[in-house]
C-alpha cells in the first residue's frame, strides 16, 4: 500500500502542475474566468490526501473538474471546442478508471489509473496551450 501512495501523491502533483495559466485579471473575459476556476479545481485534486478513503474525495473532485470544464465549453463555444473536448474525455476515462481501482484495487488497475491521468494531463497542456494568446 506503501507504493501505491507515492504513485497516487506523484499522480496528483502532476495534474496539479500541468496547468501552466497564470490568474485572471480585472477584466478578464469569461473564458480566461472559466479557464482559472478549471486550473483552480485541478490544482484541488493536488490537496487530495492519498490514504484510505480518499476516493470519494478524488471522485467528488473529478465531477468539479467536469463541471468546470463544461462551463468553459459553454463559454468558449467552437474556439475552444477541441481541446475541451479532448480534457472531457480524459476527466471521463479518468473517473472510470479511479472506479475501478476503487472497486477492485490492484496494480493493474492504479496502473491505468497512472495511464488515463497522464491523459488528462496531455488534454491540459494541449488546453492550456491553446488559451495562451487568449488569458
Known sequence: M??????????ALLVGSAWGLSACGED???VCEDADQLRSSLAGLQDIKIQQGMADQLQTQLQQVQTDLDQLAGDASNELSDEVTAVKEAASTLRGSVGAAVDSPSAAALGQVSTDLSGLVTAIGDLSDALAGTC
Open 2 to 11: 506503501h507504493g501505491t501512495r507515492q504513485h497516487l501523491a506523484a499522480l
Open 28 to 30: 478578464a473575459s469569461p
